[in-house]
């Protein structure tokens, strides 16, 4: 046989072996065929490599071999009398007869293959059988002591099948607990999951009432000449106030509407004497609100209204003061970019022009002052529930709720849908958990929908009967009505404020005209540490603390209705006098500063005695030494300055394998890159200089006759493999040597690989060895006398 | 072999020359022949075989379900297909059936009227052929794991039964009773062997690796004990001393002649003894494989002219030159480890038993006639081939061409 011919069956067999395909490449396999044709040698170099490919550790090589061996074994006899011969081996590695050497994985794989094999022999006995004493002593042998069932259709022996059939029962019976067990759980907080939905529904109506205007507005302190406006929704009354907004806008784009345009020319002098009847800003809002409502008619405008009128109730009673020129930013300004957001908004505009003209009177007799009036304006896109005082036990309850449903509820009822599915438990079990599951999920995505704005949980403060308000009316409810608090006091003195734990602050009024939102943080506090400061925040929590109280009756406080005392007025002068007080060094009490301006009477000097004794020496022998040092200790004094940190900002930024740079952010010297330098954003150097050196350390790690283009310029001139293509991928790892087949060794990814990779890890041994080993010693050493400690 | 036929005619040669070289051809051409069939009796493991020593014609054999079967051997029909035919058997549904698995099976060496087995359920039973009803019990205390009556013993009739019981027992099939006890083995013994040569000289193999050697005659001792370095202490370790292997013995033949004794351990080793001396021959045979935690019934070929052992190794047999230790060949048929095999003196063919259920006869392949015509040889062995198995042709298919 020509080496030639020998050379390509190898590659032939290792190609068709190593594909990984269920089926072998016929092509391959047909070359295959008419190279054996020729010899029995090559049958026999065939013969070998199938055989050699058999015994590899991986069951699609051994599926492919196997095909192999079929595919010849039907056609040559020298083939067959090979295999024969070899017949014990041949099932070992096809039917798993040894039971010492399993089949490889992955499993799938080989028990295709032992179903094949199964097949195979049985119709090779059929052929062959007679001819073939070793054939059919196998043959004989699977079946009768193997056990064999060659009619199964799974190919199993009786061992595996009893096994199977075994451990289906038993799985039978464990499903069969845990449905029972589900089923029970399910009727037991069947109850729960039900009343906490309603709940939570409930909650939810409460927080986004339908449309009910009229409560809300009549907890609201706005004129009541408005508030006919804003109650009636009808059209004809509607106050269009938007429109000067919208012309403000206009003013500024690219003026293309001619409608608009003459609209513009219209009214644009009367509109603004209208506006300048003293409506406040946010009433205005208010009625664009309402109109946008009233064109897209949909209610979740209304809910969005409702809850911004709430946050403006706040608002307004700080900025009522305030200068009335207000900026307004629409979102539909923003949008102005976009062409379509443009045109649909400029058509509900028209829509609204249409409408204006009716309202014109209206206006007319509501004028406003001012002639430009820019707003702030942000409206949140969907929903915004916002926390308040009003709805704040709705929103806790809601939140509470919610937490259930997440962390109790529906992991539960996943848990019964998973053991219902899989056990294939009744339809109507199933469909239970099911319809539960899509409740729950729905009231979870409502409550996602919904967007409420929770504020920050602080610690429940004791309800102080302050009268506020909102809130008097259901939370207080709970509590008894307490007569004041012993020892209460409205105001403290100021040389007792510490002593109440309270900060020493010079101007109360300042402090608790603060906002509400300033509260929480704690003023500066002039001579305080941080210790103590952080004790204050602590007696704040406390709600039996004076201090928890003072805070209380703050955040109590009607807001101020005096401009001039705004927050900013105290807020700006504080921080001058506190920076004073962090700049000015604390130094230690020495000798210098309580002499100082003065001449020290007996500085440096030390009073010697030749003697420690009381009365063996008289106190004549005193002698005074002068010390230079201590003279100069006691008049001057060292303060050291550290200078301030300052937390480095640069990156090492050096090119790293992955592509990335180095984010390590160290001041002068990157422990991996050596020293920082300015660099560009592929992490080259900057600098000249640098660059010269990087190129030099990375010669230095090579010699330079493996450089990469000296080498390939060798190869070309030499015709050599020298590796040129090996150099600069050294030891990045080995590539896959087949890719096709599916790797093995991957499937050992489980929870037990991987904390067995941890838990004996060598390090780890060696630590808990090092730990066992030290205590052993600490028991010898303490017990070392007693003998069966000193044994061990 | 025309060259022996000749000087035979001639009157040159000694008639035993002829029959050595022709035996020793025929060993050499042992194969697994799909002519010769044994019956396939046994549900389970064969554990031992014999075939009787005065016609050569019935073998015996005992399973690990307890069943003892007998074999026809004889081909009278002339083809040389055959399939050796089950006599009859002692099946499980016997009253008198072994309950657990038959370690031994032995014919009387004079008379196939009788023969003895025994077993894991601590008997041994002498049974009548005929009847197939046991003649006599010997009933022990512990698990039976050999027994052997000498083949040539004219005056006494003594069976060596070797049991998990250090001691040996001998008992006697004239008063059927246990008559003597040899003392000197540390545990069990897992073969006995008579002598073929001296009828008082027994060689035991015992799991503590020290084969003895007993003359009946004097109980007080063992003649020999065999030790595998000879005798040289250096090389032997303080508790290596007077062994035989370094682990359990578990296999004993002797040689046709009784010359030399073969044994075999589980430290995969096989070894040749000088029985009249003790003296380890230092023969090697490589590695035989030997995982048995029972005895291995393994046999020596008779009348070839160097003669062949035939060893159970795993799931084949092996056959080794007897005094040069040369591996000949593996007989490789069963699908399960080997446990027993027996040569068959006569035909020189050879039956192994093994867990696989199966008894193989592996019978040496007639040689082909010569073809007289040179001319069209070839295709005609072709065609003759094909006409004797349809199954042997080859089937290339033409479209791969």
């Known amino acids: 046989m020509e080496s030639s011919q020998r050379d390509r069956l190898s590659v032939l067999v290792e190609e068709l072996t190593t594909s990984g395909q269920p089926q072998l490449n016929q092509d391959k396999m047909k070359e295959i065929k008419k190279i054996c044709k020729v010899s029995n040698d090559c049958l026999d170099h065939v013969y070998h490599s199938v055989m050699s490919q058999l015994s590899q550790e991986h069951a699609e090589v051994r599926l492919s071999a196997f095909q192999i061996a079929t595919e010849l074994f039907t056609r040559s006899h020298h083939f067959r009398m090979l295999l024969v011969d070899n017949f014990q081996e041949f ?13 490889p994985p992955p499993k799938q794989v080989a028990r295709k293959l032992r179903s094949l094999a199964i097949q195979t022999v049985q119709s090779w006995q059929a052929s062959y059988g007679t001819a073939y004493k070793k054939l059919a002593l196998g043959y004989h ?15 199993r022996t009786v061992a595996e099948r009893r096994r199977i059939e075994e451990r289906q029962r038993r799985m039978e019976t464990i499903y069969k607990e845990r449905v029972e067990a589900a ?3 399910m009727d037991e907080s069947y109850q729960e999951i039900q009343s906490t939905l309603t709940e939570m529904e409930s909650c939810m109506s409460l927080l986004l009432p339908e449309f009910n205007l009229t409560d809300n507005l009549t907890t609201s302190s706005s004129p009541s000449n408005i508030q006919p406006a804003d109650d009636c929704p009808s059209a004809g009354e509607q106050p269009c106030c938007s429109k000067d907004v919208r012309d403000d806008w206009r003013e500024g784009m690219i003026q293309e509407r001619e409608e608009g345009l003459e609209e513009k020319k219209r009214n644009p002098e009367e509109k603004r004497g209208k506006e300048e009847k003293g409506m406040t800003g946010e009433k205005r809002i208010h009625r664009e609100e309402i109109k946008e409502k009233e064109v897209k008619e949909s209610s979740e405008d209304e809910i969005r209204e409702d809850n911004e009128r709430r946050e403006e109730k706040g608002k307004k009673k700080t900025q009522k003061g305030e200068d009335k020129k207000v900026q307004m930013v ?14 649909e908004e400029e058509e509900e505009n028209s829509e609204e022009e249409e409408d204006a003209d009716e309202e014109d009177l209206f206006i007319r007799n509501s004028g406003l002052i001012s002639h430009s009036y820019s707003l702030d304006l942000n409206i949140s896109p969907g929903l915004q529930v916002k926390e308040t005082e009003d709805n704040e036990a709705v929103v806790s309850t809601v939140i509470d709720l919610h937490k259930l449903i997440k962390t109790k509820h529906l992991p539960a009822v996943h848990g019964w849908v998973q053991v219902f599915t899989k056990s294939g438990a009744e339809e109507q079990l199933l469909r239970r958990a099911l319809d539960l599951k899509q409740s729950l999920e729905a009231a979870l995505q409502k409550h996602k929908e919904l967007h409420i704005d929770y504020r920050t949980r602080i610690r429940k403060v004791m309800k102080a009967s302050s009268g506020g308000e909102e809130d008097s009316s259901d939370d207080s409810d709970d509590f008894d009505e307490v007569p004041e608090k012993e020892g209460y006091e409205p105001h403290i003195p100021e040389h007792l404020r510490a002593e109440y734990g309270l900060d020493p602050s010079p101007s109360t009024s300042a402090f608790t005209k603060n906002t509400p939102a300033k509260r929480p943080t704690a003023p500066p506090v002039s001579s305080s540490s941080a210790r103590r400061l952080k004790q204050l925040a602590d007696e704040v929590q406390d709600p039996t603390c004076a201090a928890a109280t003072l805070l209380r009756l703050r955040q109590n406080l009607p807001p101020p209705t005096d401009p001039s005392c705004s927050s900013s007025a105290p807020s700006s002068q504080q921080p001058s006098s506190d920076q004073k007080a962090a700049d000015a060094p604390v130094v230690p009490f020495g000798l210098d500063l309580y002499y100082w301006g003065q001449e020290q009477p007996n500085a440096g000097k030390i009073v010697k005695s030749a003697s420690q004794h009381q009365f063996w020496f008289h106190a004549e022998g005193d002698v005074e030494v002068e010390n230079k040092e201590l003279l100069a200790e006691s008049k001057s004094r060292y303060i050291s300055f550290p200078g301030r940190f300052i937390p480095v900002s640069h990156y090492c930024r050096a090119p790293l394998d992955n592509g990335s740079l180095c984010q390590r ?83 050992a990814n489980t929870a037990r690989s991987r904390l067995e990779k941890k838990v004996f890890n060598k390090s780890t041994v060696r630590r808990v060895a090092q730990v066992m080993s030290k205590a052993d010693g600490r028991k010898h050493e303490k017990f070392s006398n007693q003998f069966n400690y000193a044994l061990n | 072999m025309l060259g022996f036929l000749t000087a035979r005619q001639a009157g040159l040669d000694d008639p035993l020359r002829l029959r050595r070289a022709e035996s020793t051809r025929r060993v050499l051409s042992l194969t697994l022949n799909p002519d010769r069939d044994v019956d396939r009796v046994h549900g389970n493991g064969v554990n031992a075989i014999d075939i009787d020593a005065v016609e ?12 003892i079967v007998i074999y026809d051997l004889e081909n009278f029909s002339g083809k040389p297909q055959y399939t050796c035919k089950a006599v009859c058997t002692v099946g499980r549904s016997s009253r008198h059936v072994h309950k657990f698995s038959v370690e031994t099976v032995q014919w009387y060496p004079y008379d196939t009227g009788m023969f003895v087995s025994s077993s894991f359920d601590k008997t041994m039973k002498v049974w009548d052929t005929e009847t197939l009803k046991p003649a006599e019990v010997f009933e022990f205390e512990d698990n039976v794991y050999s027994h052997h009556l000498s083949p040539i013993a004219r005056k006494h009739s003594l069976i060596a039964v070797g049991t998990k019981n250090p001691k040996i027992q001998l008992c006697d099939l004239k008063s059927g009773s246990r008559i003597h006890v040899l003392q000197g083995h540390r545990a069990e013994v897992l073969a006995v062997r008579w002598s073929p040569r001296y009828e008082h000289i027994l060689a035991t193999a015992s799991a503590d690796s020290k ?10 001792g063992s003649v020999l004990t065999l030790d595998q370095h000879n005798g040289d ?27 030399h004794l073969l044994t075999t351990g589980t430290d995969d080793r096989m070894r040749l003894w000088n029985s009249a001396t003790g003296e380890n021959t230092l023969v090697n045979y490589g590695k035989v494989c030997n995982e048995s935690r029972k005895r291995l019934q393994f046999t020596v070929s008779r009348g070839c002219s160097p003669e062949f052992v035939f060893v159970p190794c795993g799931s084949s047999v092996a056959v080794y030159a007897l005094h040069t230790g040369e591996l000949v060949t593996m007989l490789r048929g069963h699908y399960n480890n080997v446990d027993c095999c027996e040569f068959h003196t006569d035909y020189q063919e050879l039956y192994s038993g093994g867990k696989d259920c199966n008894i193989l006869a592996w019978v040496p392949i007639l040689r082909t006639a010569d073809v007289e015509e040179e001319s069209n040889s070839a295709p005609t062995r072709a065609v003759g081939q094909a006409s004797v198995n349809p199954a042997f042709q080859d089937a290339w298919s033409s479209d791969e061409d």
């Open chain 1, 91 to 103: 099932l070992e590695l096809t039917v798993e007869t040894d039971s010492e050497q399993p089949l």
């Open chain 1, 141 to 155: 042998f699977l079946k009768q002591v193997k056990k064999v069932d060659f009619q199964d259709a799974e190919a």
């Open chain 1, 183 to 185: 089923s029970r759980d």
């Open chain 1, 330 to 343: 629409t979102t539909q300004r923003e949008g102005m970019e976009e062409e379509e957001d443009c045109e």
């Open chain 1, 665 to 747: 952010q160290d001041r002068l010297k990157c422990p991996f890159h050596g020293r920082v330098i300015p660099r560009d954003d592929e992490g080259r150097p900057i600098r000249q200089e640098d660059q010269l050196r990087e190129e030099r350390r990375k010669r230095e790690q090579q010699p330079d006759w493996r450089d990469a283009e000296l080498m390939r310029d060798i190869e070309a001139a030499t015709g050599e493999d020298l590796g040129s293509d090996r150099v600069h991928k050294k030891g990045k790892g080995k590539k896959k040597k087949f890719p096709n087949l599916s790797d093995v060794k991957q499937t």
């Open chain 2, 56 to 67: 050569g014609r019935y073998m015996l054999s005992g399973g690990a379900d307890g069943v």
């Open chain 2, 211 to 220: 084969v003895k050697v007993w003359d009946v005659r004097r109980a007080s």
């Open chain 2, 233 to 259: 202490k250096s090389k032997a370790s303080s508790e290596a001393v007077n062994t035989a292997h370094n682990g359990r013995v578990n296999g004993l033949c002797f040689t046709g002649d009784g010359l």
